[in-house]
C-alpha cells in the first residue's frame, strides 16, 4: 500500500479533477457523517455537502494546486492533508488564491473525507 504522501497526493489529483468536470461526482467521497466548512459556512451529510458544492456561484471552474502537505492522523489510519492554489472560476480574468484541508479516513481498502475546510485567501492590506 502507498505511503501517506502518494495517497494524499493522488486523493488531491482526484478530488480537483472530479470538482472541475463535475461537482456531483464528489459525493462518492464524502459519507454520511462528513462535513464541509466552506467560507466559514458548515454543512454535514453528503446531500448537503454536494448541494454546497453544486450552489457555488459560477459554471466553470479550474483548480491549481501549488502545495500538498500531509501527515498520518490518529491511530484509525487517517491521514490529514492541507493544500493550497489558485483557482479560476468562469470567465473572471484574476486567480483566487484558496486552501483547502482534508481529513481522510480509512473505508474499505480506500479513503473518504470526513472533514472538508475550504478559505478564500485574499491580500493582505
Known sequence: MAGFDEIAKQFVDFYYKAFDADRTSLSALYRQESMLTFESVAVATVGSIIEKLTSLPFQKVQHRVDTTDAQPSGQHGGILVMVTGA??????PKPMNFTQTFQLMPDSGSFFVLNDIFKLVYPAL
Open 87 to 92: 483557482l479560476m472560476v468562469d470567465d473572471e
